[in-house]
């Protein structure tokens, strides 16, 4: 079942902005990750941040994560043309299933030039 | 470094036929891979886990007879989908990983196959 939700589940935007994307889910998680997909590709990993930390970086990426609220946001700034694709985040540890991943229904990120 | 490929990238069939989908980690021994499915414009769906030598574990709604997984070596793992109909065509995409054994972990995906089943 699924169990992170993101919203927006759309979201379109202008090249050089910042583009925000939420995550949220319903039980307790050991780990939270963000992927990125492509059209009609695979998930490319981009961030895994643990229960116990609270936000981390990458690059251009910022990923916070709140486990009072159960949710977690992804920032990309200075956004390019090449960041459009659909953002998808996957927790693992519900349910006792330490290394299944449930994914959220992911944010399709278009990215105008 | 964890890379995962497989094979076909796109399969069209006709209903009532099988067809066979390979994933293989190219360059790292993988104990665990799973199977995904995913819809148009719809998330992934974990389908089964795959152990290197033992049954592979369904998830609830998914038919073991229908969608058949070998995990026959660290490096590859079989999705066979039997007598398929339309409504099995889908996106089909593993991931592998190292586990058990780890902590915090990643998956690391392949490319996906698009069934098509006419």
């Known amino acids: 079942s699924q169990q992170g939700e993101e919203d927006p589940q759309a979201l379109s935007i202008q090249e050089g902005e910042n583009a925000t994307m939420n995550c949220s889910y319903k039980?307790?998680?050991?780990?939270l990750q963000w992927y990125r997909q492509n059209s009609g590709r695979g998930l490319v990993h981009l961030i895994l941040i643990r229960s116990n930390e609270r936000e981390k970086h990458s690059g251009r990426l910022r990923v916070t994560l709140d486990t009072s609220k159960k949710s977690s946001s992804l920032l990309i700034t200075a956004s390019r043309a090449a960041d459009t694709a659909s953002y998808f985040c996957a927790t693992d540890g519900s349910g006792g299933s330490n290394y299944k991943l449930t994914f959220g229904k992911g944010t399709l990120l278009t990215v105008n030039p | 470094g964890a890379v995962v490929s497989q094979h076909p990238s796109r399969v069209i069939c006709k209903s009532g036929t099988s067809v066979k989908i390979e994933c293989r980690s190219l360059d790292f021994q993988a104990t665990t891979m799973f199977w995904y499915r995913q819809f148009p414009k719809q998330s992934l769906m974990l389908m089964a886990t795959s152990n290197e030598g033992s049954k592979a574990t369904y998830e609830q709604g998914v038919e073991k007879d229908k969608f058949l997984i070998n995990h026959a070596s660290l490096t590859l793992s079989t999705l066979t989908v039997t007598s398929a109909h339309p409504e099995d065509s889908s996106f089909y995409i593993c991931s592998a990983t190292t586990l058990p054994g780890t902590d915090a972990y990643e998956q690391y995906f392949g490319p996906g196959t698009r069934l098509t089943v006419t």
């Open positions: 039980t307790s998680i050991n780990n």
